[in-house]
């Protein structure tokens, strides 16, 4: 059996929303942002040469504007390593944590929605990082529930890539961190207490290594040790 690697990239920097939890923010990259994607290629040329992996001709990527961004400007810069464009494909399995019908309001308009309304208690004091605590608002989510999400399609597209592979494969997926690094949790790589204490760099991927048995190990990529006065979102 061949190896199969999926290589996970948190989206470059964008036009984030001041003080909004949600992830789910429509915006394009920054200048930086842009700059941090092509960046990545040279690096990811190099490992992907030094290993002898063939690079996936389809990229998964998050449907948001900033993932789609961030996937089209690797997989343009990694075109050489094909001989033709890879194929970027958009999942909605790839977004970050949703918070529902609270998407894109203001911390204080979301606990002033909760603290209005009767059935509601108030949210723990770390409700935005609390990995297993979910708004109760239609259509919300806990983190743990989002890296729920992206690992089971992280499971679904690599044993498929698994089952074809007839060299040594390396997939990207392009997604969000704080869904990424909960997917990590959920598949195995990480420890619970992990997912606070570590981030993604932006465009910078974590390799992990997806294996027969259906273990998980990572590979290769540096998570980033987390500032104590970083958020601990995407």
């Known amino acids: 059996m061949y190896r199969v690697i999926a290589a996970l990239i948190r989206h470059g920097d964008y036009q984030q929303l001041p003080d909004t939890p949600s992830a789910h923010q429509p915006f394009p990259l920054t200048a930086q942002g ?7 290629i040279t690096g990811m040329r190099e490992e992907i040469s030094a290993n002898g992996w063939t690079l996936d ?8 504007l900033r993932g789609w961004e961030t996937a ?3 997989a343009d810069g990694l075109s050489p390593l094909l001989g033709s464009l890879p194929v970027v494909e958009s999942f909605a399995a ?5 918070l529902g019908s609270a998407a894109n309001l203001t911390t204080h308009q979301i606990e002033d929605i909760l603290e209005r309304d009767p059935r509601f208690e108030q949210p723990p004091r770390n409700w935005k990082s609390n990995s297993r605590y979910r708004l109760p608002l239609q259509g919300a989510e806990s983190l743990l529930e989002a890296g729920a999400r992206v690992a089971g399609h ?4 690599m044993q498929a890539l698994s089952s074809r592979a007839t060299r040594d494969t390396v997939k990207i997926f392009v997604g969000h961190g704080a869904a990424f690094r909960h997917a990590a949790h959920v598949l195995g790589v ?16 974590v390799y992990l290594e997806y294996r027969t048995d259906g273990k998980w190990r990572h590979l290769g990529g540096k998570w980033k040790i987390r500032a104590t006065t970083e958020d601990a979102l995407d």
């Not at 842009?34 to 990545?40: D, L, N, S, V, Y």
């Not at 790839?94 to 949703?98: D, Q, T, W």
């Open 34 to 40: 842009i700059a941090q994607a092509q960046e990545a």
């Open 57 to 64: 001709p389809v990229v998964d990527s998050s449907m948001l």
């Open 72 to 74: 089209r400007i690797i």
């Open 154 to 157: 992280l499971r679904t597209r």
């Open 94 to 98: 790839l977004a970050e944590r949703g």
């Open 190 to 205: 990480l420890e619970f207490d992990d997912i606070a204490r570590l981030s993604m760099y932006h465009a910078r991927p």
